[in-house]
C-alpha cells in the first residue's frame, strides 16, 4: 500500500520540505542573531545574498506544503476501498491513530504557511527588508510543526494494515459518539446556524469598512479567523446534511466523492483562502507604519481583504443554495 502514487508523492514532498526546512532554519537563525542592514560588513553582506536563496526555497517549500493538504485528504479518501468498514476518508483515517493528528496538522501548516507567504511577498516590496526579522521568526514556528507532520503521516502511512476493521462515518460523526464532532452536531441546530451567518455577516461588513477606509483592519482579521472556524463547525452540523439530503449524515469527507461533484474540494479550498487571506491582511497591519512599506502595502492590504471576502462570500453563497434548494427540508 505504501507504493500508491498519492503516498509515494505526499513522503516524497515531506522529506524534501524537511530538508528545505532545516537549510532555511539554520541561516534564519543566522539572519535573526546577526542582521544588521545598516552594516556594510562582509558577514552582511553574505547574510543579504543568503536570504534571496532562504526566501525562494521557502517559498516554493511552503507552496507545496499547502498543496499537499489536498493531496493528502484526497489520497486517504482513495484509499478507503482498501479496508472494511471504510466508506470516505473517514475509515482510512482511523485505521490508526495518526491519521487525525496529520490533518489537523496539515490545515495548521497552511494557515502559518500562507501567512509566511503573505509576509514574504511583503518583505519584498521593501528595499531594506523590514520584515526579515518577522517572518525569520515565524519560520522557527512553522519548522517544528512541518517536521512533526512529516513524521506522523510516515507513522500513519507505514501503519495502515488493510486487515484492520476500521468504522464508517456514520458511525463516528453522530451525536452518540465521543469527540469534538459529536459534540459540534449535538450542538443546537438553530443556535449554530444564527452563529454561521452572525459571523459570516458580520465579517463581510467589517471586510468592506477596512476596504473602503482602511479601518478596523484588526477586528476584520479577528473576525475571519472566527468565521473560519465557526463555518468548519456549521459545515459539520447542519450544512453538510443538505448536500447529503440526509438528517443523520454529517460526514465532513463524503463530499469530496464523485457523486457530489467533488464540491467539497472547492468548499474546502474557500474556506481556508477566506481565512488566511483575512488573516493575513491584519498581519500586516504594525507594518503600515514602515516608511519602505507605506506606498505598497494597503494595497496588498486590500486584495488580500478582497479575496477574502470573495472566498467567504462562495463558501456562504453555495452553502445557502444548498440549504435552499435541497430536497431535505428540516
Same mark, same amino acid.
Request: charged residues 10%; contains cysteine; proline residues 1%.
Given at each position: 500500500m505504501i507504493f500508491k502514487p498519492g503516498i509515494i508523492a505526499l513522503l516524497?514532498?515531506?522529506?524534501?520540505?524537511?530538508?528545505?526546512?532545516l537549510y532555511s532554519t539554520f541561516y534564519g537563525v543566522s539572519i535573526l542573531r546577526y542582521w544588521d542592514i545598516?552594516?556594510?560588513?562582509?558577514?552582511?553582506?553574505?547574510?543579504?545574498?543568503?536570504?534571496?536563496?532562504?526566501?525562494?526555497?521557502?517559498?516554493?517549500?511552503?507552496?507545496?506544503?499547502?498543496?499537499?493538504f489536498f493531496l493528502f485528504i484526497y489520497t486517504a479518501d482513495a484509499l478507503h476501498p482498501f479496508f472494511t468498514g471504510a466508506m470516505c476518508a473517514v475509515g482510512s483515517l482511523n485505521v490508526n491513530q495518526w491519521g487525525y493528528p496529520v490533518v489537523i496538522l496539515k490545515i495548521i501548516t497552511f494557515l502559518l504557511g500562507g501567512l509566511w507567504l503573505i509576509?514574504?511577498?511583503?518583505?519584498?516590496? !521593501?528595499?531594506d527588508y523590514p520584515l526579515i526579522k518577522e517572518k525569520y521568526l515565524l519560520l522557527l514556528v512553522i519548522s517544528p510543526l512541518i517536521l512533526a507532520e512529516t513524521f506522523i503521516q510516515?507513522?500513519?502511512?507505514?501503519?495502515?494494515?488493510?486487515?484492520?476493521?476500521?468504522?464508517?462515518?456514520?458511525?463516528?460523526?453522530?451525536?452518540?459518539?465521543?469527540?469534538?464532532?459529536?459534540?459540534?452536531?449535538a450542538f443546537p441546530?438553530?443556535?449554530?446556524?444564527?452563529?454561521?451567518?452572525?459571523?459570516?455577516? !458580520?465579517?463581510?461588513?467589517?471586510?468592506?469598512v477596512f476596504y473602503r477606509t482602511e479601518k478596523l483592519g484588526y477586528w476584520f482579521a479577528l473576525a475571519a479567523l472566527v468565521t473560519f472556524l465557526i463555518?468548519?463547525?456549521?459545515?459539520?452540523s447542519f450544512i453538510s446534511v443538505y448536500f447529503y439530503e440526509l438528517p443523520t449524515h454529517h460526514c465532513p469527507f463524503c463530499i469530496l466523492q464523485k457523486e457530489y461533484g467533488y464540491i467539497g474540494?472547492?468548499?474546502?479550498?474557500?474556506?481556508?483562502?477566506?481565512?488566511?487571506?483575512?488573516? !493575513?491582511?491584519g498581519v500586516l497591519m504594525p507594518s503600515r507604519r514602515i516608511p519602505s512599506l507605506k506606498a505598497t502595502l494597503p494595497g496588498l492590504q486590500k486584495?488580500?481583504?478582497?479575496?477574502?471576502?470573495?472566498?467567504?462570500?462562495?463558501?456562504?453563497?453555495?452553502?445557502?443554495?444548498?440549504?435552499?434548494?435541497?430536497n431535505l427540508k428540516m
Open positions: 516524497t514532498i515531506s522529506l524534501l520540505l524537511s530538508g528545505m526546512l545598516k552594516s556594510g560588513s562582509e558577514r552582511q553582506l553574505s547574510l543579504e545574498r543568503r536570504t534571496y536563496l532562504v526566501s525562494t526555497i521557502m517559498a516554493y517549500a511552503l507552496v507545496f506544503q499547502l498543496f499537499s509576509i514574504n511577498f511583503a518583505d519584498s516590496r !521593501g528595499y510516515f507513522s500513519y502511512f507505514l501503519g495502515l494494515k488493510p486487515e484492520v476493521i476500521t468504522s464508517c462515518c456514520g458511525s463516528l460523526f453522530t451525536s452518540d459518539a465521543k469527540g469534538v464532532a459529536s459534540e459540534i452536531i441546530r438553530l443556535a449554530m446556524e444564527i452563529a454561521f451567518y452572525a459571523a459570516m455577516l !458580520g465579517t463581510l461588513a467589517l471586510g468592506v463555518s468548519a463547525a456549521a459545515f459539520i474540494y472547492f468548499l474546502y479550498l474557500t474556506l481556508l483562502v477566506g481565512g488566511l487571506t483575512g488573516m !493575513g491582511a486584495n488580500l481583504t478582497l479575496v477574502s471576502l470573495l472566498s467567504y462570500l462562495l463558501f456562504g453563497g453555495i452553502s445557502t443554495f444548498q440549504i435552499a434548494f435541497s
